[in-house]
T-cell receptor
């Protein structure tokens, strides 16, 4: 079945450590996104990529980094510079370039907790 | 700057009732509006997408309406079931396809 796989589902990090969240899709989608979800708030966009080897900052990119070396993969690194990283992280993808084809497919999410 | 608000933050109703979830937005210049469902600790599933030129969309027991002039959308759920219990989020897309999200309404359907 086609879909988006995020791993790990749960991750614990000590302060000062970098961690990388994996996102893999087999939907042949061009665009991929990373969102952060906190209780009582809407999803906030961290980074997005519309094509391989290209990505743009979202609204809250500080303290995060990404890469897009392959179409299927869009890993997110939460660096020690992110002051409040405890959150639920969602990866999504969608096809590009078709008017109205704006429906996102989401992964199951990764919950990061800083100890 | 576009802002999206969903009220109430939580709602609990008995099984079988019809109910309405609300989503309001401040800028009527939208490209489309989507409703999503999120089960606890899970990702989001798209339910309905309404283009800016449309007034409503229907899927099974769900009906979403859009009134751009008043900056409102509603999600109507008919004959609610315990399996409908989830958080429902709306998101507004601007002309650059960027999504602005509401915080969601947590719905509990009591058996």
């Amino acid at each position: 079945d086609g879909g988006i796989t995020q791993s790990p589902k749960y991750l614990f990090r000590k302060e000062g450590q970098n961690v990388t969240l994996s996102c893999e899709q087999n939907l042949n989608h061009d665009a991929m996104y990373w969102y952060r979800q906190d209780p009582g708030q809407g999803l906030r966009l961290i980074y997005y990529s519309q094509i391989v080897n290209d990505f743009q900052k979202g609204d809250i990119a500080e303290g995060y980094s990404v890469s897009r070396e392959k179409k299927e993969s869009f890993p997110l690194t939460v660096t020690s510079a992110q002051k409040n990283p405890t959150a639920f992280y969602l990866c999504a993808s969608k096809t590009q370039g078709v008017a109205g084809a704006n429906v996102l497919t989401f992964g199951a999410g990764s919950r990061l907790t800083v100890l | 700057k576009q802002e999206v608000t969903q009220i109430p933050a939580a709602l609990s109703v008995p099984e079988g009732e019809n109910l309405v979830l609300n989503c309001s937005f401040t800028d009527s210049a939208i490209y489309n509006l989507q409703w999503f469902r999120q089960d606890p600790g899970k990702g989001l599933t798209s339910l309905l997408l309404i283009q800016s030129s449309q007034r409503e969309q229907t899927s099974g027991r769900l009906n979403a309406s859009l009134d751009k002039s008043s900056g409102r959308s509603t999600l109507y759920i008919a004959a609610s079931q315990p399996g409908d219990s989830a958080t429902y989020l709306c998101a507004v897309a601007n002309s650059n396809y960027q999504l602005i999200w509401g915080a969601g309404t947590k719905l509990i359907i009591k058996p």
